[in-house]
Nanobody, 127 residues
Framework: QAQLVESGGGLVQAGGSLRLSCAAS????????MGWFRQAPGKEREFVAGISWSGGGTFYADSVKGRFTISRDNAKNTVYLQMNSLKPEDTAVYYCAADVHASALAVVALKSDYDYWGQGTQVTVSS
């Protein structure tokens, strides 16, 4: 069983940057595919970025491609989301998620494929 705890959210002006962290418990974190999702008020939770457990594969939503970078440090059981050039439309609660059944190279984008979720961290971008 995995527990995920996000941190790093906050209030930032448009054009600014934030780095989110997601600390995971569990002895086999290095074998979890990880993802970041976000949910704005009144909207569905949407995929933002994913990374394979090998770390060799990443995938991004079109809306964040070129601005956000997902990475992981398996020695620290942590996955990161570096967010640059933030826009007001990036305002949302950001969640990390773990897929404990994915193969080494798989990058998971489907919300339903994830097994564990964090509690979320608020990101607010002011214009």
């Amino acid at each position: 069983q995995a527990q995920l705890v996000e941190s790093g959210g906050g209030l930032v002006q448009a054009g600014g940057s934030l780095r989110l962290s997601c600390a995971a418990s569990g002895r086999t974190f290095s074998r979890y595919a990880m993802g970041w999702f976000r949910q704005a008020p009144g909207k569905e939770r949407e995929f933002v970025a994913g990374i394979s457990w090998s770390g060799g594969g990443t995938f991004y939503a079109d809306s964040v491609k070129g601005r956000f970078t997902i990475s992981r440090d398996n020695a620290k059981n942590t996955v990161y989301l570096q967010m640059n050039s933030l826009k007001p439309e990036d305002t949302a609660v950001y969640y990390c998620a773990a897929d404990v059944h994915a193969s080494a190279l798989a990058v998971v984008a489907l919300k339903s494929d994830y097994d564990y979720w964090g509690q979320g961290t608020q990101v607010t971008v002011s214009s």
